[in-house]
């Protein structure tokens, strides 16, 4: 096993791999920028070593200087987290030449699961059904064809997009004509990479995602389906495991070809296989996802499995040693922002007063703490609630009850915790029936 772990992140994930790293006996080294020097990740790692000013480019981003503090500190692996340089193809190569060990997929793999077109293709020969459409590259004439199979409203994507980056609604053929010479041209520009798909849309989806593990030696577990309908913008606000919508034969079935599909990219690692399902129930595959995703969590809680811990046994050379659990009861996960609930902007500032929720199946994830200060240069995620409960009846209770003791107080600063009691309240929240438009409509 590794000797020293160099955490390339911040924030609630950072503290997450250092637990993780210090119930292995690895020792951790931290990095940090200028507005970070205070943060909590810093005081519980064992090293640390500041990479430079607040800007995420000229620190968290910046590739040079990460591997300068690996130098330094005489760390054997590199843990990348979610966000940053997690998914970047080129920093794991680079990682991967020096002597220090990727915590992660292979560079060609995330290269590949960069590259959405070649993706789905190979997950249609792996059997994973498929939303209609270009099955490919194309240009203006096959894409107007296509459309024209399939019918409208249609989806453009940029092939090197993902996340909900470089997707456009096409109503009929006249906005095809007109934005898909736009579509290339902003897809080139923001990725250097001009090529597009087309997909029939589909109409009020869900957001469903399965976990995967995959070891060194080709062993799969799949851990189940998440869902994350509750989102806005693309940024998620509350996920859930396991969904309400997924029968345990379709749990198997998505499971089984989650798990050919990773064998047959050469998966290593933590992963996330992306769905949508239609309210006619069909599952249709979106993208994968190559780290470990912020609400990991919901799985932990219903699996029992450490997913963190599982990704340093996995980059060890460790086999997977157990066979997926069916998930046991609910748990849902709450991102809880430092923003302002109106407008979502972010609102940075001083904690001057925090009574964090507890009891009985209630984790808090956070590295906040009272006194503070939220700088404003990151991401507005400040704590994840997450709470389990032996239905999802009793998850939501347990919820509610859990915002209700969560206090976070300071000048100018809010939160969204109202927010999602508002939500957890809600009658259509509790049947479970809602769409990812949930939130916008809720916003009306
Ligand atoms: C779609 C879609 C409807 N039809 N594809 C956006 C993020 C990316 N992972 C997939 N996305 C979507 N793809 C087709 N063919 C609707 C979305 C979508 C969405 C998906 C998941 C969660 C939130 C979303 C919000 C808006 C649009």
Redesign the pocket.
Known sequence: MFKKVLIANRGEIALRAIRACRELGIKTVAVYSEADRDSLHVQMADESVCIGPPEPSKSYLDIPRIMSAVEISGADAVYPGYGFLAENPKFAEIVAKSRVKFIGPSPSTLELIGDKIRTKEIAKKTGIPL?P?SNGTTNLESAIETAREIGYP??L?ASAG???RG?RIVMNERDLREKFPVAVQEADLCFGDGRLYL?????N?K?IEFQVLADSKGNVAVLGERE??I?R??QKLIEEAPSSCVSPTKRMEISALVSDFCKAIGYEGAGTV?F?LDEEGNF?F??MNGRIQVEHPVTEMVTCVDIVKWQFLIAGGEELNFDPPEPKGFAIEMRINAEDPDNFMPSPGRIERLVVPGGAWVRVDTHIYQGYKIPPYYDSLIAKLIVWGENRGEAITRGLRALEEFVIEGEGLKTNIEFHRRILSSLEFKRGKHH?GFVEKMMV
């Open positions: 939303v459409g249609v989806v994507k993902g996340g909900g997707i997909e029939k849309f589909i109409i989806p957001h994350c309908s989102q913008r693309h992306e949508l249709y979106m993208e990812i």
